[in-house]
């Protein structure tokens, strides 16, 4: 199976956030436990020598069982051997990662038509399309709404990973939308049962995903 198709396969991607219940080691434990096979580490404030310890313990727990995917830092994420980057507007350009990263995964933030098509055209491998609803993870964040979530999928081939305010309640409506898979931050992190909210979560996808088959 190439990469597109797995990564249309996948049914949640857990970020990991440090600032709610758990650290990045416990989530990503929790989320592989639950079955989850594509994980971000996100890290906005620690050291580059940090981010890098604690990459290779999380690189060492998900090998063989999901993808690790780093927020932002291509030199953390070629440092600790993961399987890609995921980057925003501000990071580097997407050509030049693509230089730099070769056939590694590289993942790009997505919030209007204009942007998903430009980042497709460019070569990425996926789109994180988001905030598809109101969240406190990130401040100053945009809401698109499921309706642009709908006119992306119309417009581009590759995987849309949905991001922003998903939760149990919410996430059969993003797949119903268009998404292939649905990332989520805070109900995980926050979550005193945090495996089992990702297995509950990964039920939901599945099912839903089903559901557009046979319609």
Not at 68 to 78: Q, Y
Not at 104 to 120: D, L, Q, R, T
Not at 162 to 188: H, L, P, Q, R
Request: with cysteine.
């Amino acid at each position: 199976m190439d990469i597109k198709s797995f990564l249309k396969s996948v049914d949640l991607c857990v970020i990991t956030d440090r600032h709610f219940k758990w650290s990045h080691l416990e989530i990503v434990q929790s989320a592989v436990k639950g079955g989850t096979r594509f994980i971000q580490f996100r890290e906005k404030e620690l050291s580059t020598r940090k981010m890098i310890e604690i990459g290779e313990k999380l690189h060492k727990i998900t090998e063989g069982k999901a993808l690790l995917i780093v927020n932002d830092r291509i030199d953390v994420a070629l440092a600790v051997g993961a399987d890609g980057v995921h980057i925003g507007h501000d990071d580097m350009p997407l050509k030049i990662a693509r230089n730099i990263l070769g056939n590694k995964i590289i993942g790009v933030s997505a919030s209007s038509v204009h942007e998903a098509k430009k980042a497709e055209e460019e070569g990425a491998d996926y789109l994180g399309v988001g905030s598809i609803f109101p969240t406190s993870t990130k401040g100053d964040i945009k809401v698109i709404g499921l309706s642009m979530l709908k006119d992306i999928r119309k417009i581009v081939n590759i995987p849309i990973v949905a991001i922003g305010g998903i939760n149990e309640k919410n996430v059969g409506e993003v797949i119903e939308a268009g998404a292939d898979s649905a990332a989520v931050v805070s109900v995980i992190a926050n979550s005193d049962e945090p495996a089992q909210i990702v297995k509950n979560l990964r039920e939901k996808i599945i099912q839903f995903k089903k559901r557009q088959v046979t319609l």
